[in-house]
Nanobody, 122 residues
Framework: AVQLVESGGGSVQTGGTLRLSCAASGDTYCMAWFRQAPGKEREGVATIDSDGRTTYADSVKGRFTISQDNAGYTVYLQMTSLKPEDSAMYYC????????????????????WGQGTQVTVS
């Protein structure tokens, strides 16, 4: 079993910066960040696998960066140039197996999910 704990959310002004963290216990191969705003579907934001390969949603490309620590136990999402439309509950997700790029940003790909951390941009 995998447990995921997110942290780092909060309120920030437009154009500001936040860094989210996700601490994982248990074996994971691919980790990801998703977000869900009120009245909207949960959407994939960024993913990273154990080899360091990344994918990004078009809406955040060039502004957000996903990374992991040297041991691979923690994944980060560095968010810059934040916009009000980035406001959402952000969830960390993980899967123990390799994930193809074509499905990396699909929510059904991931078996384990964290409880979420709120990001509000105004």
């Amino acid at each position: 079993a995998v447990q995921l704990v997110e942290s780092g959310g909060g309120s920030v002004q437009t154009g500001g910066t936040l860094r989210l963290s996700c601490a994982a216990s248990g074996d994971t191969y691919c980790m990801a960040w998703f977000r869900q705003a009120p009245g909207k579907e949960r959407e994939g934001v960024a993913t990273i696998d154990s080899d360091g390969r990344t994918t990004y949603a078009d809406s955040v490309k060039g502004r957000f960066t996903i990374s992991q620590d040297n041991a691979g136990y923690t994944v980060y999402l560095q968010m810059t140039s934040l916009k009000p439309e980035d406001s959402a509950m952000y969830y960390c997700a993980a899967d123990p197996g390799p994930v193809g790029r074509a499905i990396a940003l699909q929510r059904t790909t991931y078996r384990y999910w964290g409880q979420g951390t709120q990001v509000t941009v105004s």
